[in-house]
C-alpha cells in the first residue's frame, strides 16, 4: 500500500462541487484500486476583508476545514492571499499556510510520496514541501501551467526550479512535453498519463427523454466550460449567426455570464443561446445525449475532459486545434479539429460535422478506449519506482 499525500488548489469541495473535478476522478481510481491511501491537502485563498471588491474571498469561507468526498480525506487550509498584488508572493504564502498540516499528516499517516497537480504555484509549494520533509515528489502538467504561467518572469522562474528538482514529471497529454523540454525538464522524469473518462458515469441516455429534459428539438449543440475568454463561449455564439434552426445550449459559470447575456440579445439569438448555468455533474450525461454535438472553442486547454464525456454519451464533438486536443480527437469517430479558430472557423467546423455526423454507437467505442485503467497503473508504477528509489 502506498501512502500518497496529494497536493493540490484544484479540487472540489462541498461550496465548488464542480472546481478541479478532473483531479478528484483521477484520485478516485487510483484509491479504487485498493493498492493506494490518498489523502488531499487543497489549499484555499483568504483574505481578512470583506467587500463588493473582494466579495469572492468571502465565497472561499465557506470551504469547510476538511471533509471526506468519496472515501477521501480533504484537508483545506487557508493562506493569505493579496488581491491586486499580483500572484508573485503566492508560493511562499500558501506554503506558509499549508506546511504546519502536511508536517502533522506526515507524522500520522506514515505519508510516501507528495503527488502536485498544476505545476504554478501548487507544483513550486509541493516541491518545497518534498525537500523539508524529505519525500519524493510527483507533478502533474496540465495544461496553462506549461503554455501560459512561464510567459512570466517569476513564476517561469519558479517553474523551472520546482521540475529541475521534481523526481517525476506527469504530462496529461504528450503535446506538453515540448514546452516542459524547453524549460529544462529532464526527458527520462517525464512521462504521459492521460485523463480518463468514466465509463460508468457517462454513458448514452435516452435520446427522446434527454432532449424533452432539456426542451430542445431539431439541431442541437451544447458547450461546457466556465465563462470566461479563454472557453471561447463568445464566438461560438457570435458563430450561431450563421447556423439558422440550431439551438446551443451553455453549461457553465463565471466572470463573463453577463457580456454573453447581452451578445446574445444584440445578435437576436434569445431563445435560440440559452445559459444554463452551473450544470452538476451526474446531470452532463443527459445535456449531452440531448445534443447532436458538443462545441469547445479553446484557446487553451491541456486535455479537456469535456470532449471524452461528450464522445462517452455518443455525441461527437467540435473542437478547436490546440495542444492535446488532437490526441483526443483523432478518428472521425471522435468528431471534427477547427483550425482557425473564429466565429467563421467555429461555424464551418459545426457546419461540417452536422452534414456528417458520425453513427452515435462508434463514437462510444471510441470513448471507451479511454477509461480511466491505464492511467491507474502507469501511476501505481510510477509511484512505486519513486518511493523504492527515494533514500530515506
Known sequence: MINILSFT??????????????????????VASGEARVTVVAPVPWFPYRSRLFGRYSDYARVPRHEVRHGIDVFHPRFLSLPKLGTQMTP???????????????????IDLLDAHFLYPDGVVATRLAQDLNLPVCLTARGSDVTQWPDYPAPRKR?????????????????????????????????????????????PKDRVAARQKWGVAGNTLVSVGLLNERKGHHLTIEAMTGLPHTTLLIAGSGERRGALETQIKALGLTGRVRLLGQVPHEELPSLFSAADATVLASSREGWANVLLESMACGTPVAAT????????????????????????????????????????????????????????????????????????
Open 9 to 30: 488548489t484544484l479540487y472540489p469541495n462541498s461550496a465548488q462541487p464542480v472546481h478541479g473535478v478532473f483531479v478528484e476522478n483521477r484520485l478516485r481510481h487510483l
Open 92 to 110: 511562499s504564502l500558501m506554503w506558509r499556510g499549508t506546511r504546519d498540516l502536511v508536517v502533522d499528516l506526515k507524522r500520522q499517516l506514515r
Open 321 to 392: 486545434n490546440i495542444w492535446g486536443t488532437p490526441e483526443v480527437v483523432a478518428v472521425p469517430e471522435a468528431g471534427v479539429l477547427i483550425d482557425e479558430r473564429s466565429p467563421q472557423g467555429i461555424q464551418q467546423g459545426i457546419e461540417q460535422l452536422l452534414a456528417n455526423l458520425p453513427d452515435r454507437d462508434a463514437t462510444r467505442a471510441y470513448a471507451e478506449g479511454f477509461g480511466w485503467d491505464e492511467t491507474t497503473q502507469g501511476q501505481l508504477r510510477l509511484f512505486r519506482d519513486l518511493t523504492e528509489a527515494h533514500p530515506r
Open 159 to 203: 517553474i523551472v526550479d520546482s521540475i529541475s528538482k521534481a523526481d517525476a514529471i506527469v504530462t496529461v497529454c504528450d503535446a506538453l512535453q515540448t514546452p516542459l523540454l524547453d524549460l529544462g525538464a529532464d526527458a527520462a522524469k517525464m512521462q504521459t498519463l492521460r485523463n480518463g473518462v468514466d465509463l460508468d458515469m457517462f454513458q
